[in-house]
């Protein structure tokens, strides 16, 4: 079954990282990275630019309307995210307990649905 998993943190401590600690995180990701395409689960994932560059879109009564920026304040954003490929959601789990913002942030698992009518 797939799962994405969404990564959730806030994403301004990047900015309040330094070179060395910015490097240090993005090779935890690239190990992460590593571990699932070697375990065989990795089926995709990317992270996001910050939310100030989201747009959100909504449709009232047939208009079109858009607003700067993600649909709620929050303390943490989402940031990125892996898809994965798990037997069942406690392996789902496992997985994601692996992905470095668990330790800080969190991470929203989620099914995927299989829309492909078989």
């Known amino acids: 079954m797939k799962y994405l998993c969404l990564i959730y943190s806030d994403e301004t401590s990047w900015g309040r990282m330094s070179r060395e600690e910015a490097g240090a995180m993005m090779g935890k990701y690239m190990a992460c990275t590593e571990y699932l395409k070697a375990g065989g689960h990795y089926l995709g994932g990317n992270g996001l630019q910050p939310t100030s560059t989201a747009t959100t879109v909504r449709v009232r009564n047939g208009a079109i309307s858009t607003t700067d920026g993600p649909f709620v304040e929050t303390k943490e954003q989402l940031g990125g995210y892996y898809l ?30 299989d829309t492909s009518g078989g």
């Open 84 to 113: 994965v490929e798990a037997r069942d959601l406690n392996e789902a789990i496992q997985l994601a307990s692996h992905i470095p913002a668990a330790e800080e942030g969190g991470i929203e698992i989620r099914p995927v649905m």
